[in-house]
């Protein structure tokens, strides 16, 4: 028998996140790196816009040639030249002269304003063209100016940022062509249990075909992992401890599922044993996703999961999940977690923390969660419409339909802190 002491959750990812150290740094194209994480703070080497800029389609103006500009007596300017965006006027802008202008090109010296277009009138005075202006212009009117966007210096994303597009277009604003991450985590999956079939076969008594193991390569792809399906393996001690030793060197990170338990065929904890593993923890005060059980050996973590599938999913998305996220160099590797209003009544008692798996909707602005099928640890039925754990902490009552409660977000890019993960909001009632 092997000693088994619960833990919190909190406990147990504090222990695990201590491994988490950000893998090895590689450069790639923007093109490639949606989805990474940036391993460099990224700081603007120049202001944007570089220079002062037309907002809009018009004429760069001297302001105070407008200054008694009326509807019945117009402020007359000659167009002296003309620029798109990309050309530079050459020289500098007169009095009662203007510059037929384009968005984006940047203002003629000796002009202050720009007028759009469609609020003058182009006439013709001895074949050259001039505008008439009706009202007075302020001088800096419509001016997009040098640095309003960012300033020179400013650090425009932090290192750790999760790379959207939105930070794509700072990379190419700045030149980056070769974008600082961390490699993503080559992360094996093994699967055990001698009643596993393989997709192809068709079924048997007592056996069932193996859905975690191409569950997890999903969740692992999701969480920004690089995983390797490893294949599945009969309950027998000595190829479990063969194939385990061996995948465990080629990999980062090394996930099972199945043989965690206390049954006669569970033979992860004495795998461990024999491999002489720091087992950070084997036993968490939470269900589904109790039996979850993590090891240490030479630095790399094992992450053995549950086998049954809904233990098994809630498993990868509180502990492995995070210690990806945190791998790949996330400054904040925990889902979002955020509150949001009970769809249905959900009337179990809460002796350990649980995590449900839940359907988010949102209706008429307000945000609600339902329990997305049977919550047993067993099902795997309930994991396609799920898209949050609804969280229901020890110690809270049975809840009612249209109770405020805490979900966890499975479908978010982004991702929050381990202290704001752990800020329960809702607290047990
Ligand atoms: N006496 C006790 N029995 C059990 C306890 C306990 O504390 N005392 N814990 C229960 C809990 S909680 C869970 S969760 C399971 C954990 O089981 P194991 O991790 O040991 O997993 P297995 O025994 O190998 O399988 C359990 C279940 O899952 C099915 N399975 C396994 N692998 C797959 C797969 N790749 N795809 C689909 N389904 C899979 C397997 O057929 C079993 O039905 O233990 C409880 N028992
Ligand atoms: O706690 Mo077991 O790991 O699902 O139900
Ligand atoms: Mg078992």
Request: proline share 5%.
């Amino acid at each position: 028998m092997f000693e088994r002491k619960s833990i919190q959750l909190q406990e147990a990812v504090t222990r695990l996140m201590k491994f988490a150290n950000p893998g090895e740094m590689e450069y790639l194209s923007p093109l490639e790196a949606t989805g990474f994480y940036l391993a460099e703070g990224l700081v603007a080497d120049h202001p944007v816009p570089p220079f002062d800029r037309s907002p809009y389609d018009g004429f760069a103006i001297r302001s105070s040639d407008t200054a008694r500009a009326t509807t019945h007596n117009p402020s007359v300017l000659k167009v002296v030249g003309e620029i798109g965006a990309g050309q530079v006027f050459s020289g500098t802008v007169g009095e009662k002269e203007a510059v037929r202008i384009m968005t984006g090109a940047a203002i003629p010296d000796g002009c202050d304003a720009v007028i759009m277009i469609e609020a003058v009138r182009e006439i013709k005075i001895d074949d050259n063209l001039h505008i008439q202006v009706r009202r007075p212009m302020k001088a800096n009117k419509n001016i997009s100016f040098t640095g309003e966007d960012v300033q020179q210096g400013t650090v425009v994303a932090e290192a750790g940022k999760y790379i959207n597009p939105g930070v794509i277009a700072l990379l190419a604003t700045f030149g980056y062509t070769q974008v600082p991450v961390r490699k993503r985590p080559a992360t094996g999956i093994l699967v055990t249990g001698s009643e596993l079939l393989d997709l192809d076969d068709p079924l048997e008594p007592g056996k069932i075909r193996n859905s975690n193991g191409y569950m997890i390569h999903s969740q692992a792809l999701r969480a920004g992992a690089e995983p390797i399906y490893l294949g599945k393996l009969s309950d027998d001690l000595e190829t479990n401890f063969e194939s385990i030793t061996t995948n465990l060197k080629k990999v980062d990170i090394l996930i099972t599922t199945g043989g965690v338990s206390v049954g006669d065929y569970d033979f992860m904890p004495e795998i461990f044993n024999r491999l002489g593993a720091n087992v950070l923890f084997n036993k968490i005060g939470m269900r589904p996703g109790s039996v979850t059980t993590v090891a240490e050996k030479n630095g790399k973590l094992i992450f053995a999961l549950s086998g049954n599938p809904s233990a098994c999913y809630v498993g990868f998305e509180l502990l492995a999940r995070p210690f990806i996220r945190a791998v790949l160099g996330a400054r904040h590797p925990f889902s979002p977690r955020t509150t949001a209003i009970l769809g249905a009544d959900f009337l179990k008692k809460n002796p350990f923390d649980r995590f449900v798996r839940g359907k988010l909707e949102l209706k008429h602005g307000t945000l609600f969660a339902t329990p997305s099928g049977l919550d047993k640890s067993g099902v795997v039925s309930s994991l396609a419409e799920a898209d949050c754990l609804i969280v229901f902490l020890k110690g809270r009552k049975e809840s009612k339909k249209g109770e405020q409660v805490e979900v966890i977000l499975l479908d978010s890019k982004e991702s929050i802190s381990m202290e704001d993960f752990f800020a329960d909001k809702v607290r047990g009632r």
